[in-house]
């Protein structure tokens, strides 16, 4: 029974995750959240699948490269004006 559960949970997720994915995909064009729709599905896949672990978990580490070097870039000089 318990190898029933389990995989009706993995079907379950894989249904559900890539129905997320797809939306979150469509919304590139279309309009909408896609940049939190895309990674929602993903968590919802990595919570069964590995391959969309190492994904989300390369994404992340790109999204904290960049905003390192947002926040490293330094101020330009003020003007002076109000």
């Known amino acids: 029974m318990n190898y029933y559960y389990r995989h009706a949970r993995r079907v379950l997720v894989f249904i559900i995750g890539s129905t997320v ?4 995909i469509a919304m590139i ?4 959240p896609a940049l ?5 599905g ?3 896949l990595a919570l069964e699948f590995a391959w969309a672990r190492r994904l989300l978990k390369h994404i992340r580490e790109k999204v904290d490269g960049v905003r390192n ?4 870039r330094p101020e ?3 003007t ?3």
């Open 21 to 24: 994915l797809l939306v979150g």
């Open 29 to 32: 064009l279309l309009p909408g």
């Open 36 to 40: 939190l729709v895309i990674p929602s």
């Open 42 to 44: 993903l968590g919802i």
């Open 69 to 72: 070097q947002f926040n490293s």
């Open 76 to 78: 330009p000089p003020s």
């Open 80 to 82: 002076g004006q109000v």
